[in-house]
């Protein structure tokens, strides 16, 4: 019996799976609409913090006060200084255009007090709504 043929759709069905996968590994975010602009793409571990349409805030993709926020920050701050040789994560703010100026702000003046040293916005490239790209 021949079974060239066989592996052949096997492994074409094996190759639309892992598309699958991949495809659904991506969109597992919260859908907001980010503003335009320019920025360069952010490497290695981060903390990403949403601020929906409503003002209302998430730390990865889990509800928060701005306070907790903040505090969980602080804290993961804190033990990147103790770690010998680990690094802090950078914080990416993803926030809705239709969210409050304010809402950015104060996250922004909190954290600084808190000791956060860098914080990224993060945009929609040039006209692609959804690029992902980041300005510090």
Known sequence: MELTSLLDVMFLVLVFFIYAVFDMAVHRGIKVELPSGAG????????????????SMQLDGVSATRREIVRRIEALN????GAEGSAKPSILVSGDKAASLESALGLLSDLKRAGVESVSFQVAGNGAPDAGNSVK
């Open 78 to 81: 804190a033990g990147a200084n």
């Open 40 to 55: 360069n793409h952010e490497k290695g571990a981060r903390i990403v913090v949403t601020i929906l349409a409503d003002d």
